[in-house]
């Protein structure tokens, strides 16, 4: 027999993306057992399905089985034991996104991939509106959307890659048409174990890209771009020839065009970006970059950009009440994210807390502290956040929640609403994880919602 077909592939549990493995490698004719430690009525469903096509689901203790020659995790972490025991075997541990990129069809789709600690999603989707406007045939996929290893299989003519920093880590031989760092700050620092091994897994994506990009604005990105000749820019400010940026209310690319020394195009206008914030206009500025690598025009940079639908709890207005504005931003899970809304208004009565991951807080409190009205805390670190708030806003007045039962975001609410004046805003920009107390970063986001349509309903 083939040995190819003889090699036996190990995956790493029964999530979407480690499924989309079992389905396509099964469906390859080759050998799959798949390891999952929970044994819940879904699990149960999913393993009956994938036993029909010759599958193997082992439950139980996460153990490496014999005869493994590779390992395919979803984004585990090197000290998960059964990440530890295949390295240690010489076994070959590759991520989902390495897999797709390795089973790509003859004549497959180019990828223009993306990565950042903040608005991946964001820029996935503004981009594929964009390529979807120029006439391609796009999708989405990666860390959202559609598992690679399933789209690659298909006849799209451009794929757009979200990839977080934990898929990076396990990709080895990705080579893009282009590739974007958005920003890079402080995030699953208990993952990597240092900033320095997450800024190396974000930077795995510009190692054999066509064209790197870069934001020119982030010190972190645009130090991962330095060694590549081959690079565009995106800033906020007047961009110089190489670069994408603004020129008064206009979004101009000084990059693509026949003589960047002397010319710029306009792509759209400040009012194409939805929501408008300086954060999203840099994203709008990366989506472009990307596109333009494939040489879509201009006219479809503007029409894709104004056919984008925000996805939900990304600085999303929910109601005015009593002249207040509430606004949810839960995917805000971090500092880095959380500062960006806390940089969008000027009078703030901010709801923060939850699961920090590690990273510290001080710089966020002290740039926030001049438009903070009030502060309501939440969540398992809410403790570090008041010791920031402490230091850099001794006056600005905090609440401190410490129930966990799911009517407490009614009383978070309850207090924002005291705290504000006709004129704030009431902002949901966490800065932390949701996992503490809700099923995730949409949970917290509705709880918020509704909590704030009950205000309405009893004023």
């Known amino acids: ?25 099964a469906a390859r004719g080759e050998p799959v057992v798949v390891v999952e430690g929970v044994e819940g009525e879904r699990q149960r469903a999913v393993a009956a399905e994938l036993a029909g096509l010759g599958v193997e689901v082992r439950f139980g203790p996460m153990e490496l089985p014999e005869g493994v020659t590779r390992l395919v995790t979803t984004g585990w972490a090197p000290h998960h034991p059964l990440i530890a025991a295949a390295l240690e075997a010489g076994v070959e541990v590759v991520g989902e996104v390495e897999l797709a990129w390795r089973l790509r069809p003859a004549q497959a789709a180019p990828w223009l991939a993306l990565t950042g600690t903040n608005g991946k999603t964001t820029v996935v989707r503004m981009l594929t509106s964009i390529l979807l406007a120029a ?9 959202v959307g559609v598992p690679v290893v399933e789209a690659v299989a298909e006849p799209y003519d451009v794929l757009a890659v979200e990839l977080s920093s934990f898929q990076l880590h396990w990709s080895s031989t990705l080579a893009p048409h282009a590739a974007a760092i958005l920003n890079l700050a402080p995030d699953h620092l208990d993952w990597h174990g240092s900033m320095e091994a997450y800024a190396a897994a974000k930077g795995r994506i510009f190692e054999r890209a066509g064209t790197v990009v870069y934001n020119v604005d982030d010190p972190e990105a645009s130090r991962l771009a330095a060694p590549y000749p081959d690079k565009v820019g995106f800033t906020l400010l007047v961009p110089k020839p190489g670069q994408l940026g603004v020129v008064e209310d206009l979004l101009v690319d000084r990059a693509f065009v026949p003589n960047p020394a002397e010319s710029a195009e306009e792509l759209a206008t400040l009012a194409d970006v939805r929501p408008l914030a300086p954060h999203n206009v840099a994203n709008a ?28 709890h990304r600085m999303a207005h929910v109601e005015r ?45 002290r740039r926030a502290a001049p438009r903070l009205r009030g502060a309501v805390l939440l969540g398992v670190d809410r403790a570090r956040i008041a010791e ?23 009383r978070v609410v309850t ?23 809700f099923a995730n970063y949409p949970a917290r986001g509705e709880a918020f919602a509704r909590a704030v349509r009950g205000l309405e309903a009893a004023t």
């Open 1 to 25: 027999m083939d040995a190819q077909v003889m090699s036996l592939t190990c995956v790493a549990g029964l999530g979407v993306s480690g499924t989309a493995v079992a389905r396509v490698l």
């Open 135 to 143: 006439g391609r045939k796009a999708l989405a996929v990666g860390n």
């Open 285 to 312: 500025l990366a989506a472009a970059a990307l596109a333009r690598t494939l040489g879509v025009p201009t006219d479809a940079v503007r029409q894709g950009l104004r056919d984008f639908v925000p996805d939900p």
């Open 321 to 365: 009440v009593g002249e207040v504005d509430y606004v949810d931003d839960s995917k805000a899970t971090n500092p880095h994210a959380a500062a960006a809304a806390l940089s969008s208004y000027p009078s703030i009565v901010w709801i923060a807390g939850g699961q920090l991951k590690g990273a510290d807080v001080d710089d966020l409190v």
């Open 388 to 410: 920031a708030l402490a230091r850099h806003a001794p006056n600005v007045p905090v609440v401190d929640i410490s129930a966990q039962d799911t009517g407490a975001m009614d």
């Open 415 to 437: 207090e924002a609403a005291r705290l504000a004046s006709p004129g704030d805003t009431v902002l949901l920009s966490p800065a932390g994880a949701s996992l503490d107390m």
